[in-house]
């Protein structure tokens, strides 16, 4: 025995052979017929139960005809997607057909009808019914997953946000203390006239290393959580100011690595400003860090393209290995080992999140042992 619900259809005729006619053509276990003898009737009935797959009716009735009936369940936002087919003995008026499309119906059958076309177009319609049906459960559900989903994430930044915040402190604490016992220990050793075990000063070091990566793996995750707090642009911006800005802050890093900072005439654009700055601050950080044993040059430029501006930021460091080039944007990922290169793998998954933030994409193509260009699009509007 089938366990779907049953497709509900309507009858609608003045003659109750007809209605039982149509009702024997038609009969399946997956019907639920349901019977009007007038237009006025079937209007009732359809303001009792709304989920008809078709109805069938009947043109010559007293009262309200067929097409009277038709426009008013048409003029109903409820009702006005239920697909009409007309049926009718008149076979000498084909203006009448033209008026029953007019009105809204489907299609025109001249009685009697045949069996096997009625049921064939009946199927048909009840067909479409049951795929419309299964694609709103799936509309419904994803909606709501959606909908879950984005309580979730906003849950989750919250908690991210919030945690991070408060583990700084008693992280800071920690730290301080420990730098001081490590000091205690190296002025005032166990004995007169010894030095600290070496051992000791090495699990020392570790446990001060580790501090530190911990607050920064923590001051990160505090920066990624931020990044939908202020994503709001402010107005058209100056992207050769925010250059000028990251280059200041990069000062040292520049000198010190001996880097060459060029560019070309870079737009305006509708952004947050100090999240452009930390979106090119990241990157340009990331050639000056991983660079070869040769000085850092570091090239940008931007052009247009269709409704996006696509920026570029090449340099000739140590490459990526294609294999790597999504999995570098993945937050804490890290190419390599702990203490080769600092920083706790989060620069990049902000970037990400900024660009995608704006409905921009963001990527790299790479060629080891030669040098990276990353590349990401921000919407012209």
């Known amino acids: 025995m089938s366990t779907e619900k049953a497709i509900n259809i309507l009858l609608v005729d003045d003659r109750k052979e007809d209605l039982l006619s149509m009702q024997v053509i038609l009969a399946n276990s997956n019907y639920a017929f349901h019977k009007a003898a007038s237009g006025r009737e079937a209007l009732r009935l359809l303001l009792k139960e709304r989920d008809f797959a078709i109805i069938l009716m009947d043109v010559e009735m007293p009262q309200l005809n067929g097409y009277e009936t038709t ?66 459960i799936q509309k419904d559900e994803l909606e709501l997953r959606t909908e879950e989903l984005i309580r979730s994430n906003r849950e989750l930044e919250k908690f991210a946000y919030v945690a991070s915040h408060d583990m700084q402190e008693p992280l800071r604490t920690i730290i301080s203390y420990i730098e001081l016992i490590e000091k205690k220990l190296i002025q005032v050793p166990a004995n007169e006239g010894e030095e600290m075990d070496e051992d000791l000063q090495k699990y020392m070091n570790f446990v001060v290393d580790a501090g530190y990566r911990m607050r920064e793996l923590i001051s990160g995750l505090l920066e990624y959580s931020q990044v939908d707090r202020d994503i709001k642009p402010q107005g058209p911006i100056n992207c050769e100011n925010v250059l000028n800005e990251v280059v200041e802050n990069l000062k040292y890093s520049i000198e010190d690595n001996k880097a060459t900072i060029q560019y070309d005439s870079l737009p305006q654009i ?20 991983f660079k070869r044993d040769i000085p850092p040059i570091i090239n940008i430029s931007c052009r247009k393209k269709e409704n996006n501006y696509l920026f570029s930021i090449e340099d000739n460091g140590i490459g990526i290995n294609p294999e790597y080039g999504e999995k570098i944007f993945e937050l804490f990922k890290r190419l390599h080992p702990v203490g080769e290169y600092i920083g706790a793998g989060i620069g990049l998954a902000i970037c990400k999140k900024i660009v995608e ?12 042992g030669k040098g990276s260009t990353f590349y990401f699009t921000i919407p012209k509007e």
């Open 357 to 368: 933030r704006y409905n921009g994409k963001i990527w790299v193509e790479s060629t080891p």
């Open 270 to 289: 509708n952004a947050n400003y100090m999240r452009m700055v930390q979106l090119f601050q990241n990157l340009i950080s990331n050639s000056i860090k």
């Open 71 to 136: 426009a008013l369940i048409r003029e109903s936002e409820q009702l006005k997607h239920i697909p009409i087919i007309f049926l009718t003995a008149n076979n000498d008026k084909p203006n009448h057909i033209f008026e029953g499309y007019q009105v809204g119906a489907v299609d025109y059958m001249i009685k009697p009808v045949l069996p096997e076309i009625l049921r064939a177009k009946v199927a048909v319609f009840a067909e479409l019914y049951k795929k419309t049906k299964e694609l709103q």
